[in-house]
């Protein structure tokens, strides 16, 4: 079978059929390949899709545009949420995925595209553990996400993404109807064993991870 066009990619079936697939998306100057592993441990045989962002930033790969550290170019962001959102059906419908929607596991700016496609494309995603996130938009009026888990990983000493980020982005998506946790862990914006530990507890919680 022959995957879907539209992002450079990887794909793995995985074992259990009767899960959702995990949509991996990477940070800035990441790719396809970065969180396959992660997404292995947190899931284990469930399909891996795991595309690479396609805004390059002095070569480094990216899911949207940015003007600067924190300042999104909203256009284009939209743009890409849905773009990536069309490439998840695609590719759903190429490899046979459940009809339960992906789980999105994001790291960074990878957990912002996800955080977008939640507040965009509500249907596209049944839920979405969010390392590092940011609001990436403020929709109005806001989506109906009820049914949709969502856990957001902070880093308290995070450099980049200040708590009141992290809180913000659970309140919007509260506000949308999503079942949201927020975890905090002491480090910054890298993934630690801490967030595989918080993520591997969220997933096995989670009835997503059953196909419920
Ligand atoms: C972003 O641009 O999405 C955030 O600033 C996170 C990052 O990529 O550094």
Redesign the pocket.
């Known amino acids: 079978m022959s995957g879907p066009d539209g992002f450079v990619h990887q794909f793995v079936p995985g074992s259990r059929a009767d899960l959702p697939a995990l949509l991996l998306l990477h940070?800035?100057g990441g790719n396809e390949r970065d969180l396959l592993s992660l997404g292995a441990a947190l899931a284990p045989g469930a399909p891996l899709l795991s595309p690479r962002g396609k805004v390059l930033e002095n070569g480094m790969p990216?899911f949207?545009r940015?003007l600067a550290?924190?300042v999104?170019d909203l256009d284009d962001l939209r743009f890409r949420a849905n773009e990536l959102a069309d490439f998840v059906e695609a590719a759903t419908r190429a490899y046979g995925l459940t009809a339960t929607p992906p789980v999105a596991v994001g790291f960074?700016?990878g957990a912002?595209i996800a955080a977008a496609m939640l507040l965009l494309r509500p249907k596209s995603l049944s839920g979405a553990l969010l390392f590092?996130p940011?609001v990436p938009l403020a929709p109005d009026p806001l989506p109906d996400l009820r049914g949709v888990r969502v856990a957001i990983v902070a880093g308290r000493t995070d450099p980049?993404?200040t708590p009141e980020q992290s809180t913000a982005l659970a309140d919007l998506l509260t506000r949308s109807g999503a079942d949201v946790s927020i975890e905090w862990l002491p480090g910054g914006?890298v993934l630690t064993r801490a967030d595989i530990e918080v993520g591997t507890r969220w997933f096995g919680l989670s009835s997503l991870s059953r196909g419920a």
């Open positions: 940070g800035t990216r949207f940015r550290e924190g999104f960074s700016n912002n590092r940011m980049i993404v914006h």
